[in-house]
Each structure stands twice: as C-alpha cells, then as structure tokens.
C-alpha cells in the first residue's frame, strides 16, 4: 500500500465560512468534487493549498450534528489500506464495508479503538 496524499479533512454543515477562513490563512481553492451519499445527502469537497505546499479539504454536509476533524489519507490500493486497518482495530463508522463510490474517488470514514479518524480514500484513475 502506497499513501498518495495525507492532510486535514473537515466536514461541516457551514464549508462556505470554513473556506473562507481558509483563504484568509493564505489557501486557494484548488477544485471542487460533489458526491451524493446512499441517504440521498449531497456532500460537496473544497480541495485547497497554500504556497507551502500543504493541503487541507473542506466538505459540506448539511445534515451534520457537529463539525468533525479528519485526516484524509489517498491510498494506492483502497481494500490493501482497509484490512491493515482493521488489523489495528479501526472499523467504518458506517457499521458495514459500505462505501462513498463517485467517478473519481472511493472513500469510506474509518475509526481507530481510540477514537481518531481516517476518511480513506483511493483516486479513480480513468
């Protein structure tokens, strides 16, 4: 297993003031992915960098609770990085092997015994 990409994720129901607060720490936007969850959810994800070279992601998903902090990790090879993890104890907060499946990107939220999270994810490659 190869991990392709690794920086904070955060999920809200209020991305637009998150980004912005973003670019006035100096990111740009670099692209925009929208998906749609099995629960009919439309999660929209702001891709952003600063002249450092650090990323940082901001979804938007409007039925959220609260605000959850992740650490997105890009894998090479999704199912490799999926069973390492859960040889260390970490399960999808969904129950199930379940899925976040669009065109360019399989993603699922995976949970350490200790509470820290994964949004795991692998690149689809055309």
Known sequence: MKITSFNPLIVTKDAEAAV??????????QHKIGATENNGVEIVSVRMKDANGFFVDVAHAP???QDLSLIRMNVDDFDEALAF???????????????????????????SPSGFAFDLC?????
């Open 20 to 29: 912005k607060l973003f670019e006035e720490l100096g990111f740009e936007k």
């Open 63 to 65: 039925d959220l609770k």
């Open 85 to 111: 993890l859960k040889e260390h104890g970490f399960h999808n907060v969904k129950g199930t092997d379940e899925t976040l499946d669009t065109r360019s990107n399989k993603s699922a939220m995976i949970v």
């Open 122 to 126: 692998q690149h689809i490659k055309e």
